[in-house]
Structure formats: structure tokens, C-alpha cells
């Protein structure tokens, strides 16, 4: 379980191919982040939580597998990409974000990017069969990132477009600094928002 806070961003180094599945290695910006870090630990990559295999001279490995490479955009990573990191959480840990699992419920499409003075606003698409799982002002983790739905700016019954503001410090401290049009996040909805919402499904 995660916050949703970024602790890091990672660089690919290495991308195996394996009959079903893809083992990457990562190197953290930071020198110590795998200070703490054990084999067997869950981290968040990019909003996905995996588990490290290896830990050698700073860097990390894991290994997507088949139904993960399927539900996120870690299939679509190449050499050189950066990825967001985040340990999981303790129970002393701040929740300074909102409840992440790390259990990508789909991927959306950044639509635009609008650069303001001191923010950014990110436009990001995704289908309506999830739509009733944000309400505005809600919360919402893309590429791990814990933020606030803004705006719902376009629903219809094949898409829904939300919108998402970035501070300087987020644009900074991760990879939302290096996405353009076109490209895929990951996303997964507030929890306690998905159990109200099959609670009621289920006394209609």
C-alpha cells in the first residue's frame, strides 16, 4: 500500500523480454534510495506496485508479468524512460497523499498539456466505464502521483476527460515533467470511492 507521494524517479537501464513477461532494472536518481530497499519488498512503478527481485551497486530489478503488462503502461517502457518510485508505506508512514494499492485499474491518454504561470494543467482521457468512480474534487493517482480531479470538462458514453493540476514540485519531482500529448498513464481510482460505488450497484 502506498500515499501516492513520490519519493523518486528511476531510469530504465535494462528492458529483458521474456516469454510473457519483462524484467526491467532501474536506477533511482537518488543514491540511497535502495538504502532501505529489500528483495521481496512491494514498490510502486509508476502506480503499480511490484516486487524488487534484485538490488546491486544502487539500482533494482522486477518483473512485470503478463496480466500487469496488459492493465498498465509499463509494457510501453524503453531504455532511458523515467518512472516513478514509491516504497510502500509503513505505520508510521505520514499519509500525506490518499490510500493508493498500487493496483492499476486502467490507462488513460493525455489529451493537453496547458502551461500557466506557476502550474501546469493536464488534460487525461480514459473510458466511461469508469466514470463512476470520480466526482470532481475527488482523488485520483496517475502514474502513482496522489492528486485532485479538478474538472470534468467532457463525459459522454465512450470517454471521459478529467483535469488535473501540477505544482511546481510535482512537475519536478516526477515523470509528469516528461509527458506530451498522446501519451499513456496509469490510473487507479480512490478506494474508498470504488467500494461505495459496488455497495450501491449492489442494492439498485
Known amino acids: 500500500m502506498f500515499t501516492g507521494i513520490i519519493q523518486d524517479k528511476g531510469k530504465i537501464v ?6 510473457d513477461s519483462i524484467r526491467f532494472t532501474v536506477k533511482p536518481e537518488s543514491k540511497i534510495f535502495t538504502k532501505n530497499l529489500k528483495i521481496g519488498d512491494s514498490i510502486s512503478i509508476n502506480g503499480a506496485c511490484m516486487t524488487v527481485e534484485n538490488i546491486i551497486s544502487g539500482e533494482f530489478s522486477f518483473t512485470t508479468i503478463k496480466e500487469s503488462l496488459s492493465k498498465t503502461n509499463l509494457s510501453a517502457l524503453k531504455s532511458d524512460d523515467l518512472v516513478n518510485l514509491e516504497e510502500a508505506m509503513t505505520l508510521r508512514s505520514k499519509l500525506d497523499g490518499h490510500i493508493v494499492q ?48 479538478a474538472a470534468i470538462p467532457k463525459e459522454n458514453a465512450k470517454n471521459v476527460l478529467i483535469k488535473v493540476a501540477i505544482i511546481p514540485h510535482t512537475f519536478k519531482h516526477t515523470n509528469f515533467s516528461k509527458l506530451k500529448a498522446g501519451d499513456t498513464v496509469n490510473i487507479e481510482f480512490d478506494i474508498l470511492g470504488k467500494y461505495v460505488n459496488r455497495i450501491f450497484k449492489n442494492h439498485i
Do not use: M
Open 102 to 149: 498500487g493496483h492499476v485499474d486502467c490507462t488513460g491518454t493525455v489529451k493537453k498539456i496547458t502551461k500557466l504561470k506557476d502550474s501546469w494543467e493536464y488534460f487525461i482521457e480514459f473510458s466511461s466505464e469508469f466514470s463512476q468512480n470520480i466526482i470532481p474534487i475527488g482523488s485520483i493517482a496517475i502514474n502513482g502521483v496522489s492528486l485532485t480531479i
Open 14 to 19: 535494462k528492458r529483458t523480454v521474456n516469454k
